[in-house]
């Protein structure tokens, strides 16, 4: 049975889901380059439907996710069936593959068993699954664990010189996200390096030329 207390937190991670997805749309491509970028992979979405082989794109799949802690699966938008979306890093004679997981049970595999006292290598080790998506969902482990009221800081090793080349790219608050700084730390040391910001005008214009 669910309780109420779980009801309610299950309701809010679904609203605070929705905002952060809506605010991704025209920069998930950004997004995926970044979380790259800042831990040193190339992991991307990708799922294929059993049924009508159909391919959603990353941004369809993280739609399609339920708000379920124990169902990572994905909605084909073609026939409607569910099925398991992954995270692929594609090298030149390897590639890895591991499970893309919803926000929810991204949320409910770390709030349990103490998992914040663990540093992220050793929940990679535990479950690479689960740190790959949180990091596309959340941004770091940091916002993750923050969102399940756990406190957890592991400052990302040189992280401006990872995201500098995103400055004016992508929006502050996504960077910011990223390497678990503020949207203001952001945007001052931007305005230092005389590097204007982003905005959808500008994401326009490129688009348009
Ligand atoms: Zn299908």
């Given at each position: 049975m669910?309780?109420?207390?779980?009801?309610?937190?299950?309701?809010?991670?679904?609203?605070?889901?929705?905002s952060r997805s809506?605010?991704?749309e025209c920069q998930l491509d950004l997004l995926i380059?970044?979380?790259?970028?800042?831990?040193?992979?190339?992991?991307t979405p990708i799922g294929e439907c059993p049924k009508c082989r159909?391919?959603?794109?990353?941004i369809v799949i993280m739609r399609g996710f339920l708000d379920n802690s124990y169902d990572t699966t994905t909605v084909?938008?073609?026939?409607?069936?569910?099925?398991?979306?992954?995270?692929?890093?594609?090298?030149?004679?390897?590639?890895?593959?591991v499970q893309f997981w919803c926000p929810?049970?991204?949320?409910?595999?770390?709030?349990?068993?103490?998992r914040s006292d663990r540093t992220p290598d050793e929940l990679m080790v535990e479950n690479i699954s689960v740190v790959r998506s949180a990091l596309?969902?959340?941004?770091?482990?940091?916002?993750?664990?923050?969102?399940?009221?756990?406190?957890?800081?592991?400052?990302?090793?040189?992280?401006?010189a990872?995201?500098?080349?995103?400055?004016?790219?992508?929006?502050?608050?996504?960077?910011?996200?990223?390497?678990?700084?503020?949207?203001?730390?952001i945007r001052t040391w931007r305005r230092k390096l005389r590097i204007t910001g982003y905005s959808k005008q500008n994401e326009a214009i490129r688009i348009g030329g």
């Open positions: 669910i309780g109420i207390g779980h009801a309610i937190r299950h309701k809010q991670a679904h609203v605070r889901k929705i809506q605010r991704l380059e970044i979380t790259n970028a800042v831990h040193g992979d190339h992991f159909h391919t959603p794109a990353p084909c938008p073609n026939c409607g069936d569910r099925f398991q979306a992954y995270l692929i890093a594609r090298g030149d004679f390897s590639s890895t593959r929810q049970q991204v949320l409910h595999w770390l709030g349990q068993e103490k596309l969902h959340f941004g770091t482990l940091e916002n993750a664990f923050r969102k399940i009221g756990n406190i957890y800081v592991h400052q990302i090793d040189d992280w401006k990872k995201v500098q080349p995103f400055l004016g790219r992508a929006s502050d608050r996504v960077i910011g996200e990223c390497v678990g700084v503020t949207e203001h730390v």
